[in-house]
């Protein structure tokens, strides 16, 4: 390497190849932004949205609503070049409400799998929950295979989250330990519980830690704490009480010892499977946004449908809805890169490639 510098090479910028690629027509943008997710993939859910997108899984999709939308945006310019004909319609107004609404459906059902694609990139966030001293700890410190969170015996103990990942079956879970829940005058700790309710909202999935049979007030408040979560009640410290103090059919349980580490795969399984009920795993044939590019793009394209739609029911001029259209064909053009022209929006794109090189 040194000898062909000293003879007048230089070596590549990040993402220079891609980018190259992508200027020859090799590939387009979305492709071309798949090659660092790929570098960057760490487990196979992300490996598989990657290769998806590389292979132009987004790029067809997208192709399929720009034909549509440049169907629609033909029509409507046909009407224009006839306007002196008042008796001439191109594009029947029923037709192009409907097709407008299915492709309004479409954009909206695409950008919704964003949330999913984030979770898959970053973890599918699981908060551990609990009362003090139930053995949330012990449970992360468990599941990741180290002593990552400090254990005791006294209440309170962990005060702030801690956070760390792990890949259970090709998918990365970051875990959330939490402070412990309680009525308390210690200020510190009243912050801690919030930061508690605050993970909880954020997570995919909450696992209840429970190490005594909570009375029906305590499993209706971890209900709505939890509201539109996959729940997973988790009872620890098996030796210390009986079980048949617990109804399975009115509270289903993960039955474990943190402690002992006895439990710890069947729990982990458990859990892929709430995340699979979820519908957080990554089916290798399905079209999942991660890109945050992409996603915004899309809002945007979804806003021009939608002002389509409201000029179509309200009988707006053809040129009004034409505007819109022509919009929604370049938002959705600047996520393959076909209608952007400025070599530093490029540049931008293409330098977080291979940044530890």
């Not at 899984?57 to 310019?77: A, F, N, V």
């Not at 410190?141 to 969170?149: C, D, P, S, T, Y």
């Not at 508690?196 to 209706?220: F, H, Y």
Request: net charge negative; glycine share 8%; proline share 1%.
């Amino acid at each position: 390497m040194s000898l062909l510098i000293q003879q007048g090479c230089r070596t590549a910028q990040p993402g220079e190849f891609t980018q190259r690629a992508f200027l020859n027509g090799k590939m387009d943008l979305s492709q071309a932004e798949a090659v660092a997710d790929l570098i960057a993939s760490r487990n196979k859910a992300t490996h598989q949205m990657a290769m998806s997108q590389l292979r132009g899984g987004i790029s067809t999709e997208l192709s399929k609503l720009r034909d549509q939308l440049l169907h629609l945006t033909t029509l409507l310019e046909l009407e224009l070049d006839f306007s002196d004909h008042e008796d001439l319609e191109f594009a029947d107004r029923t037709e192009l409400i409907t097709l407008a609404e299915k492709m309004d459906g479409h954009l909206t059902r695409l950008a919704q799998t964003f949330e999913t694609g984030q979770a898959l990139k970053q973890g599918i966030p699981v908060a551990i929950v609990g009362k003090t001293n139930v053995g949330k700890s012990t449970l992360l410190n468990q599941l990741v295979g180290e002593n990552r969170a400090i254990v005791s015996d006294i209440h309170g103990t962990t005060r702030d989250t801690i956070e760390e990942t792990i890949d259970i079956n090709g998918v990365q879970f970051r875990f959330i330990d939490t402070a412990g829940l309680r009525d308390t005058q210690d200020k510190v700790e009243q912050i801690g519980i919030e930061r508690t309710i605050q993970k909880i909202r954020q997570a995919r999935i909450v696992i209840w830690l429970l190490d005594q049979c909570p009375s029906q007030s305590e499993l209706d408040e971890m209900a709505a704490l939890s509201k539109d979560k996959n729940r997973i009640y988790v009872h620890n410290k098996t030796d210390l009480i009986n079980l048949k103090d617990f109804n399975p059919y009115v509270l289903p349980l993960s039955l474990i010892s943190a402690k002992k580490g006895e439990g710890i795969d069947r729990l982990k399984q458990r859990i892929y499977e709430e995340a699979e009920l979820a519908g957080l795993t990554n089916d290798a044939n399905e079209i999942i946004i991660s890109n945050t590019r992409h996603y915004d793009a899309l809002i945007h394209a979804h806003e021009g449908i939608q002002n389509v739609l409201i000029g179509l029911n309200q009988q707006l001029s053809g040129d009004l809805i034409a505007e819109h259209l022509r919009h929604v064909l370049s938002t959705l053009g600047e996520i393959t890169g076909g209608t952007i022209t400025s070599q530093e929006t490029l540049n931008n794109i293409f330098s977080h490639f291979c940044v530890g090189k």
